[in-house]
């Protein structure tokens, strides 16, 4: 593996999730791996998880880390080609990229879908150009359409609390006041088919995600038909994909918040989400307060995730000399 | 000991002492015991000496460190319960400390009084949600009423000035424009106690210390008197204490700021601050400037501190392996 | 070297162009050099390149480093001497640099020009404060007149790229929308007159620099007789050095952008910036976009020039235990 921006790098499921296994075990067997190697991390958005656990899984492998929140500082840079650099942006991407990768071994980037041009957002132009312009080995810590790491994680913690060998996991939309991205509920499921789970998605009309990544689920608008029988429950708010609303709110509906009633409907499901969550919209406190709540288990998982990409792409530039 | 908050949590003084003393003789002495470890240092408020003489410190003892500034993020925490969190607030602290727990062997938090209620910051609230929710070690880094690094640092620098076995040591309140938390001025006066001092404490009528940590001082409202023959002279501003008055300035009368004439007054004391200090407010560039000030020490004992501190919760943990 | 804030720092260039050589071909080869050391980097104005290369540079040679982003806090130091600090600067100077002293081996420092005052830049205030109260080597990251690690990796990528012994080197000023420092003009030019080379510098009529930099290069106003026979086009914007109007802009022609067409005028020659640079107003696409295109060598030896510099410090203090 050189890049890692979804389920489809990371390569055989079972190879993977055995590396993630033995990392949990023992995080400092591969210590000296990454010795006198950096990895750059880049957030144009805010992280708390990814930023942490990806530092820490580098650091377990023996990196050097050093993180830029570009969010933070006053770093606009320019996009657009053929422009004259005459406004507020003093540096263009184009140059920024890969003076990052003179500095860096491999470079994790967070960047957002930002809601402006669908076109833009699906196809990446952010993640690309790192990819493209960088030289070094690029990990998406959240991209426009994906957050991988984050869907790995989840892999890793349903094999971990898994009682039967294919699990019914339900992905469910829930309310939440501002506008999301798709890229966690669309990374979700993509990598829950790729696992061979039963997965079923439950969302109210109108909130269809891209079908290149739902391929193989089942989509189902009744709620509570959704939830009959369920291992998992992953609840997930997210704004319209199809258009003319792309990138809107369409529905704040209490009524599909996450609560004990529904979660009786289940077959004692576990329930899941990635952080951060909106108590009492997406979920009640009682589900997320109660024995069945996964969500630390699967932020801890984010170190172990994080830690079996960044070695496999250590591997790779070792072999490579 | 596991938590510092105290020093109450610290033990024997005179072994805390006899660390410190060897620590400052070769700090590198330990140089493993915090390998593989990771200090994680949050600050919900601004800080130049705490983050540097702490990450040094952790840095000294091979320890890995992260640092948050969550002050300067929009990382906006709720911390209410049974809220419908439909606000500006994406995360509950409920969420957020155990995750930060799942990361880091060492949590380091400051979190200073909001003077909002006297009720939330005199029980701690923000500090003791991560001593239980954490589920790590948890190092003060000055938390709503007290600032427990600073007053180790304070007691290392006395010892190695003093010049009588028990030291007459002055706390003074002076002037400051801003409302300041009382932290400082309890966690110095409950040390100084604790060390054996004879502590007087002099300040304006109506800026009185809770008693639970000024238990054991003379409290004396003539500045001057309050100088004769002292060994020590350590300032502090601080806001009132008492109701309804809580967080409030009484008094920037600058009659009470420490200048050459007062330092005549005592047995040749040494001036002391825990910095940043505003000068020809709270001291007079005169005093400051000169070979009795002895700000910059104290300074440099916060590294001493911090790692006597970090190196007693790593023994304690590998004594649990 | 103690201190490092222009080319009369480095001693010998052949000397400090044999250290880059042999830092370039292995990175590691010197990476215990600064065990048990911490490089605090201290940033007044924001950084990119300067802040990646130089944190990389210090880790390739083992030490520790602290980034302390001064920008981006409210950290509002108190500059001035005598007065009452009753305003919102929390900190004076005289405290806060002893105090960074204390727990750094090595202290970079980012302190641009501000304008406000000839006297005060040029007599670089903040960059000798650092030298004189910190008790610690210290290394300008760019101060108020020079940008020296800039042009050591200048250097480096001149002699790299060169195809004479002493090569034509034309820097010239070009339109910038903001009005920017002489630092890097300064710098360069010093540095370039230092290395032996033949140096030209062209600008509009009244940007001319301060003598003391530009001593020993020719200046010539008409852009295109500078470029004519030159092997090396540098780039840069600064705002005007002399009275009245230092630190204004007097000029936006963009008729001095560097395009194709001039570039022809010369002999083949390589294009240079230190970035980040505004395209299609310091230089076109193409032009930045071609072959002869060095931005990112340059970038890349910034962490060159550093580990030079850093490893010649820490020689030097190895020297004095």
Known sequence: MLHFTSVKDIGSLDSAMAKAMEIKKDPFANCNLGKHRTALLLFFNSSLRTRL?????????????????????????????????????????????????????????????????????????ILNKF????GKPVISLESATRHPLQSF???????????????????????????LPQAV????????????????ITHPQG???????????????????????????????????????YGKILSKD?????????????????????LPVRRNMIVSDRVLDSPASLVIPQAANRETAAQAVIQSILETLLKQH
């Open 207 to 245: 909130y269809e995600l891209d079908e290149r990544f739902t391929h193989g689920a089942k989509i189902v608008y009744d709620q509570s038909e959704a939830f009959r029988g369920a291992d998992f429950i992953y609840a997930k708010n997210w704004a319209a994909y199809r258009d003319p609303v």
């Open 153 to 179: 994680a989840d892999h890793i913690t349903i094999e971990e609390f898994k009682k039967k060998p294919k699990p019914k996991v339900v992905l469910t939309w829930a309310p939440h006041p501002r506008a």
């Open 254 to 274: 209490m009524s599909w918040m996450v609560d004990s009633r529904k979660m009786e409907l289940t077959d004692n499901a576990y329930f899941m989400h990635c």
């Open 53 to 125: 656990s990806t530092q820490k899984a580098a650091e377990n492998l023996g990196m050097n880390v050093i993180v830029l929140d570009v969010q933070q500082g006053a770093w606009n840079l320019e996009t657009r080609k053929g422009v004259v650099m005459d406004s507020d942006k003093p540096e263009h991407l184009l140059e920024a990229i890969p003076v990052m990768g003179c500095y860096a071994d491999i470079i994790g980037v967070r960047s957002f879908a930002r809601f402006e041009s669908k076109e833009a957002d699906y196809n990446e132009e």
């Open 131 to 134: 990819i493209r312009y960088s």
């Open 185 to 200: 509920a669309n990374s979700f499921s993509e990598w829950m088919v790729a696992a061979g789970y039963d997965l079923t």
